[in-house]
T-cell receptor
């Protein structure tokens, strides 16, 4: 089974609002990656976090890696219809293997 | 486009038949991964190759599944005697594969298998 838990499973957002999705691992991660999958598509790499407490921004998206390297979050501000999709976190426990969360599926009300 | 490619994109088969999928990774990538994704779930790791060597297989990969990467370039995933529970999206990913460094995986478009 998956070792990475992700919440919430679904996020229904009014256009223009902010939201956050959270990712938690039972064990310390070497790094964490975030992917976005559009309906009918495949996971597309967004970003990778490596350092404890690291924060990275991509336009309206802010990614954070926890101090203990066991949790991460993705915060999206001013949600747009183009943000629709499923956001996955994927934790790396060793040199190569990624454990994906179940994803947060985002829908946007215009 | 020099991204990861997979063939076929869709496969419909009858229970008991064998199927084979192909993955062509990004050309300079040493590592190749196979994942399976079912509806509402994230990708689940199946197996991975470092060049031509298959270095790990998940317990999800029953004896009916076999993967090869004979020349360290493209890879094939074969499922023998398919079962309805094999219906899923099969995703391939590749990465540069430098040990000790963050190693981003890039995914292909997937092969959607439907077993009737």
């Amino acid at each position: 089974g998956q070792q990475v838990m992700q919440i919430p499973q679904y996020q229904h957002v009014q256009e223009g609002e902010d939201f956050t999705t959270y990712c938690n691992s039972s064990t310390t991660l070497s790094n964490i990656q975030w992917y976005k999958q559009r309906p009918g598509g495949h996971p597309v790499f967004l970003i990778q976090l490596v350092k404890s407490g690291e924060v990275k921004k991509q336009k309206r998206l802010t990614f954070q890696f926890g101090e203990a390297k066991k949790n991460s979050s993705l915060h999206i501000t001013a949600t747009q219809t183009t943000d629709v999709g499923t956001y996955f976190c994927a934790g790396r426990h060793n040199d190569y293997k990624l454990s994906f969360g179940a994803g947060t599926t985002v829908t946007v009300r215009a | 486009d020099t991204g990861v490619s997979q063939d076929p994109r869709h496969k419909i088969t009858k229970r008991g038949q064998n199927v084979t999928f192909r993955c062509d990774p990004i050309s300079e990538h040493n590592r190749l991964y196979w994942y399976r994704q079912t509806l509402g779930q994230g990708p689940e790791f199946l197996t991975y190759f470092q060049n031509e060597a298959q270095l790990e297989k998940s317990r999800l990969l029953s004896d009916r599944f076999s993967a090869e990467r004979p020349k360290g370039s493209f890879s094939t995933l074969e499922i023998q005697r398919t079962e309805q529970g094999d219906s899923a999206m099969y995703l391939c990913a590749s990465s540069l594969g430098f040990s000790g460094s963050p190693d981003t995986q890039y995914f292909g478009p997937g092969t959607r298998l439907t077993v009737l």
